[in-house]
């Protein structure tokens, strides 16, 4: 049986990282903030099943993932899109160039880029993650590093 300490300490221990993961997704605060809420529901359904630390970890990104390929699937999502191009956090502005940048990538290197920058993960724990091989997640986060370069020679100079 789940309690509400259960669920209180993997907010506490995840909860950001669930956050800034549906950020990369859904590229604005009050849907990843839809997300964030989505996923502890469902782990508070699933806490049972949860075998380890590492295992919550893992599941907590997988499910985050869904979550949010599943809204942007959406068709009310899709049409409020059409009419909102994503609230950008205020915050300084080479931090907010990069972010943009990364955001504004397809959402196969977003996933792979987040997933290796922002959580620390190696290749070969991000292909187990999102069910690749990892000479795929090493060739997307290549191909996304010369995304980001081209994106931002303008504001940097990058030799």
Partial sequence: MCTKEQIQRAMDQYGNMVLRLAYVYMRNEHDAEDVFQDVFI????HMGRIQ??????????????NVCKNKLKSFVYRKMDEYEEGAHISIAHDYFEVTS????????????????????????????????????VRSLLSRAREMLKNKLKGEYDFA
């Fill in 42 to 45: 469902k782990l508070y359904e």
């Fill in 52 to 65: 380890s630390e590492e295992h919550m970890k893992a599941w907590l990104i997988r499910v985050t993932i």
């Fill in 101 to 136: 940048a990364v955001a504004s990538l397809p959402t196969k290197y977003r996933e792979v880029v987040h997933l290796f920058y922002y959580e620390g993960y190696q290749t070969k724990e991000i292909a187990e993650l999102l069910g690749k091989r990892e000479s795929t």
